[in-house]
């Protein structure tokens, strides 16, 4: 393969990662576009209802991420890329063209459907054709394209919000989906075939259970917390979720490879990942919301305030991944965790209610962005280096997933913070929620034990020397 053509298949594989990821959060930038759009009949409740924009893309795309993996192997990687980018494309059409908020929301969900696909696919994309010894590095290169997604997706949204409208933030996917549907068709390989479907069951319930939960969570202020509906949700959600990973854990081809939380490591870097997403997802859509709703910026202005940050995190990501082999991804990540915990906690006890960018605002977002980029870098590397070279798609769509769940959590639950606590009162509040998270990744953070052991590394270069064809088709 000419170097030519290794390099437009990293860049299409980037680019879907960047998509997908972009969508997950820079609609953040839409919220009080569409809470003026689209309002409740009882103004507290607008927030709620628009929020599920995103927590319904972060909770399809969590629930299907880990079994769209396996279609790799059932349907080739380039049919499974195609199918996902084409579902992506047109349900970003739907949301453009949206008429009320219902009709959004459930685009927002199929939307999402098309982004867990074409994410594993994409993986799978960079290593099938990338020699063993430079296989972590085609990882880093692929998940940097997360980090880009988050360091332009501020201003990119501030700008199509505020020049144009909300509609041109889901627009834009449109043109970008059609070439890169042409691209795939042209350069990627049909790849083997003839798998086994995932379970269609297990991957109902799971999907299902994490829905109830997040639903109850944010509904529970109004329903009543003691409500049956609320009490059906956040009791019949988690045991949804229970039977899924119980029949994962036999059945032949699982919904969720359980089988990788056998490692220490693994386990625990899922752990952080979740409460990290908590932190990570109420951060973003909370810094908005100060920015625009209580220091009256425009979009734009917000989208640029956020910015910085967001560079800072991709350059900080870079850094910790040339310096992370010799210290390791535990300590990256606890400091991460605790540069986040701390600013949560700052910002919870001196967010002033006037606009000061220059002498608040942007420290904080270096410290923020500092912490994010060590975070980022240190739990995928913790979740790669804890299994096998022919688990690298099934780890990471997991960890992704896991970190997805998290974040739809951490929305539900600052919706019901400002639902009780208006204005300032709750910005302080879910500040500090959004530092307890941080915490409590640090200290699952405490569970990495990434081997050194002679042993280990002779079983990792022994896997290695498998063709990525094989391994994938695992």
Not at 100 to 111: M, T
């Amino acid at each position: 393969m000419s170097r030519s053509t290794y390099a437009a298949k990293a860049s299409l594989a980037a680019g879907a990662t960047f998509l997908a990821m972009l969508d997950a959060t820079v609609v953040n930038l839409a919220v009080p576009a569409l809470a003026k759009e689209f309002p409740a009949y009882v103004p507290t409740e607008t927030l709620r209802n628009v929020s599920w924009v995103i927590s319904l893309y972060a909770i399809v795309f969590a629930a299907l991420l880990a079994p769209a993996g396996r279609l790799e192997g059932v349907v080739g990687r380039r049919t499974l890329f195609v199918a996902g980018v084409g579902t992506f494309t047109i349900m970003s059409l739907a949301c453009a063209v949206a008429g009320n908020l219902p009709f959004l929301i459930v685009a927002r969900g199929l939307q999402a459907v098309g982004a867990a696909a074409m994410v594993p696919a994409s993986l799978a994309i960079v290593l099938t054709d990338t020699p063993a010894a430079e296989r972590t590095k085609a990882i880093g290169v692929w998940s940097a394209a997360g980090a880009l997604a988050a360091a332009i997706g501020p201003s990119l949204g501030g700008v199509l919000v505020e020049w144009l409208s909300w509609r041109a933030l889901f627009a834009i996917n449109v043109p970008l989906g059609v070439v890169m549907i042409v691209l795939a068709c042209r350069i990627v390989p049909i790849g083997l075939r003839g798998g086994r479907l995932p379970d269609l069951l297990g991957t109902a319930l799971l999907g299902i259970g994490v829905g109830a939960l997040v639903l109850g969570t944010s509904e529970g202020q109004v329903w009543g917390w003691t409500d049956w509906k609320t009490l059906c949700c956040l009791i019949g959600g988690p045991v949804l979720v229970s039977v899924a990973l119980w029949r994962s854990a036999s059945h032949p081809v699982p919904a969720v490879e359980t089988t990788l939380w056998r490692s220490r490591t693994f386990l625990f870097a899922n752990l952080a990942s979740m409460a990290y997403g908590a932190a990570l997802f109420v951060w973003l859509l909370l810094g908005m919301l100060v920015l625009m709703q209580q220091w009256g910026y425009s979009p734009l202005r917000a989208g640029l305030a956020m910015t910085p940050g967001a560079l800072i995190a991709g350059v900080t990501a870079i850094a910790a991944s040339r310096v992370g082999h010799r210290v390791g991804p535990k300590l990256i990540s606890q400091i991460g965790n605790l540069t986040i915990c701390g600013v949560g906690v700052f910002a919870a006890l001196t967010l002033p209610e006037q606009p000061d960018f220059l002498h608040y605002w942007l420290p904080l977002s270096f410290m923020i962005g500092f912490g994010i980029g060590l975070i980022s870098w240190s739990l995928s590397a913790a979740a790669v280096l804890s299994v096998s070279p022919m688990k690298f798609a099934s780890a990471t769509g997991l960890n992704i997933a896991c970190r997805q769940v998290g974040g739809a959590l951490g929305v539900a639950a600052l919706t019901v913070i400002l639902f009780h606590w208006p204005g300032r009162d709750g910005y302080a509040i879910a500040y500090l929620a959004c530092g307890a998270a941080a915490l409590l990744a640090a200290i699952a953070s405490t569970g990495f034990a990434i081997p050194r052991t002679p042993r280990y590394r002779a079983r990792h270069r022994q896997e290695s020397r498998i063709s990525p064809e094989r391994s994938l088709a695992r």
